[in-house]
């Protein structure tokens, strides 16, 4: 049974969840003009969303290609912060959410998206 402490940090079994977005970035130490590029965005599951991690791609599609192939092993509160073994399919994956109705921006972005606590 997992303890009403995690109900109250986390805002559902997910540790963390992704969001592919666009992003300008920049080399800080040379002159080198700023890129255009697309990131995924690790964030903690948690009120406020803190990153966590940053990748950045060339282009949507390799942004859109990683998400798929990462987020499927996204560590679980109920696994004991681990992610599944083995790692479920993308379309199991989705099942679940959709199951869960847990929101996700590219898998299940009908569920509601929880407010911030």
Avoid at 2 to 7: N, W
Avoid at 71 to 89: M, Q
Wanted: with cysteine.
């Amino acid at each position: 049974m997992r303890p009403k402490i995690l109900d109250l940090l986390f805002k559902d079994d997910r540790m963390f969840v992704l969001e592919v977005c666009p992003v300008t970035t920049r080399n800080l130490t040379s002159s080198a003009t700023e890129k255009q590029e697309w990131a995924v965005i690790t964030r903690r599951n948690v009120p406020g969303y803190p990153p966590h991690r940053s990748d950045t791609f060339s282009t949507k599609a390799e942004a859109i290609e990683y998400f798929k192939k990462v987020v499927v092993e996204t560590p679980r509160i109920s696994l004991g912060n681990k992610s599944p073994v083995p790692p479920p399919d993308l379309e199991t994956y989705k099942s679940w959410l959709i199951a869960e109705n847990l929101y996700d921006p590219i898998l299940n972005p009908d569920a509601p998206v929880k407010p911030d606590a």
